[in-house]
């Protein structure tokens, strides 16, 4: 397992880190509750269960590489693999979760084409990550300019996965690989410090972040639909069936009067 994952990992076992996954799990949650299909897949970030709520029968959770001996990371990955080269066919797999994989991916533009490769139309794919336009973010701008000038001094405050990816580009990554978004939420917009009291004295400004700021949330989550240009989905056959013409009722006329038959 590289270095970048394991930092991010053990950031997520720090109290800022337990924070903001119990928000994305809660945010994960509610999203793919109803999202049916067969197969679904989750690729990284071992400490999210984010196919738990999920009821597809066949579900996989992917991790480039086994955990470390003594872990506490459960449950076991099912399969090892890169989220740039995902062990599917084509078109087979009804939702996908990235939590945190192309922030840790080398080559994300190709992940998320791995991504939409493997999906089938109108699969869906669930994406969270750190958000640079943030507390969070705008703090680890600074230490990493303060580290530039002093030649690597200083402690970093977000793990150390190099460039977080915007939500912004995100957006029109997902349109170039015509994906419509779904939802888009931000989350988590208490200060960018470490310990749990303080994040506790915080608290209030989740309420208030989400109300007033709601983009400089220092988490987002995002919904993408597969679409296909020219497909078009088949309908029950109650809904599209043509009712059937009723059959022609004579008209009888009442009059006031008898006609007799001549003979």
Request: proline share 8%; with cysteine; hydrophobic share 40%.
């Amino acid at each position: 397992m590289s270095d970048q994952i394991i930092g991010m990992h053990r950031w997520f076992e720090s109290p800022p880190g337990r924070y903001l996954l119990a928000w994305e799990q809660a945010r994960i949650d509610e999203a793919v509750a109803d999202i049916f299909g067969y197969h679904s897949l989750q690729v990284g970030m071992p400490l999210l269960d984010g196919l738990r709520a999920n009821r597809m029968p066949h579900r996989w959770r992917a991790l480039d590489a086994w955990p470390e001996p003594g872990s506490d990371e459960s449950p076991a990955p099912d399969l090892l693999s890169h989220a740039a080269a995902l062990p599917f066919s084509d078109n087979s797999l009804d939702l996908v979760l990235l939590p945190h994989a192309l922030e840790l991916s080398q080559d994300p533009h190709t992940a998320l084409r791995e991504v939409a490769r493997v999906l089938v139309p109108e699969g869906r794919v669930v994406i969270t990550g750190l958000n640079p336009v943030s507390l969070w973010g705008l703090r680890q701008q600074r230490q990493h300019l303060y580290r530039r000038l002093t030649g690597g001094r200083g402690r970093l405050f977000l793990p150390d996965v190099g460039e977080f990816i915007g939500p912004w580009r995100l957006r029109d990554w997902l349109r170039l690989l015509n994906f419509e978004l779904d939802a888009v939420q931000y989350g988590c917009y208490r200060p960018a410090v470490r310990t749990e009291p303080w994040l506790q004295r915080t608290a209030w400004m989740d309420d208030v972040g989400d109300r007033l700021w709601p983009i400089l949330g220092a988490a987002y989550f995002m919904v993408g639909i597969k679409r296909v240009h020219g497909m078009r989905l088949l309908e029950p056959s109650w809904r599209t069936a043509r009712p059937r013409a009723a059959a022609a009722v004579p008209l009888v006329r009442r009059s006031g009067k008898h006609h007799k038959t001549g003979h």
